[in-house]
């Protein structure tokens, strides 16, 4: 696996891997990562010639009193990871790499990126439609995949695709959850250890809502 900081690294492999014929693979992730990206780069290899990585802690999708500065980095852990899963091509830019001075130029799916995690993180879907669609651009993936994890994002980065054109195929996988439930996320780390049940209640409630309702006919909420 080659690991690249410069887009014109990047657009280089891209350009000697679409010469061989390769359909390429794109994970695009924000890096400490788990099984559940891993999940997606397995995706990747499996239906595509060559799985491109991207590890970019994007600083226009956090808001101002949110987590940038403290999300968890471990780029060396990160790159062995990929390397035992056979990706192809790590691209780990710098912040100016990806917005030079002065960058001013935003993606924006109206509408839906205001409703429920948007109603909360005002800006949050705007920073990742455009970190997303500059990745598109540099990388010029034939597929690219998402987890149903992050249902909204997916369905959004769905919408901006086909709204602008971009001739990439999205697609979501699975939930990876760790064996207590949770969904696996690189921000499971914040969760103190006596706290973790409270995250998980959340899941299993809803798992046996589901339960009540496809088995048992339950309709009355209460
Ligand atoms: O889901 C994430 O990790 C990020 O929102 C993404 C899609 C990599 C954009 O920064």
């Given at each position: 696996?080659k690991?690249v900081k410069l887009v014109s690294e990047v657009r280089a492999e891209i350009c000697s891997m679409k010469k061989?014929?390769q359909?390429i693979?794109f ?23 060559a799985?491109v990585?991207s ?33 192809d091509l790590l691209f780990?830019p710098?912040?100016?790499e990806i ?35 500059k990745l598109f651009n540099i990388v010029s993936p ?81």
């Open positions: 696996m690991t061989k014929g359909r693979g994970v695009p992730t924000m890096g400490y990562l788990h099984e559940g990206h891993l999940s997606l780069v397995k995706r990747s290899v499996e239906e595509c010639d799985t990585v590890i970019f802690v994007n600083p226009t999708q956090f808001g101002p009193a949110e987590d940038y500065s403290r999300y968890p980095r471990d780029s060396a852990r990160d790159g062995e990871l990929l390397r035992s899963r056979d990706a780990i710098t912040v100016e917005y030079g001075e002065g960058f001013s130029t935003f993606v924006e799916v109206g509408g839906l990126s205001e409703k429920l995690e948007g109603s909360i993180r005002p800006g949050h879907f705007r920073g990742v439609c455009t970190i997303v669609c034939d597929k690219a995949y998402f987890g149903w994890k992050d249902a909204q994002q997916l369905i959004i980065i769905r919408k901006m695709s086909e709204e602008l054109n971009i001739p990439v195929e999205i697609e979501g996988c699975p939930i990876f959850r760790e064996a207590d439930g949770l969904a696996a996320s690189s921000r499971n780390v914040y969760i103190p250890r006596e706290k973790r049940r409270y995250a998980v209640a959340l899941y299993m409630g809803l798992s046996r809502i589901r339960d009540l309702l496809d088995n048992h006919g339950i309709r009355d909420a209460s």
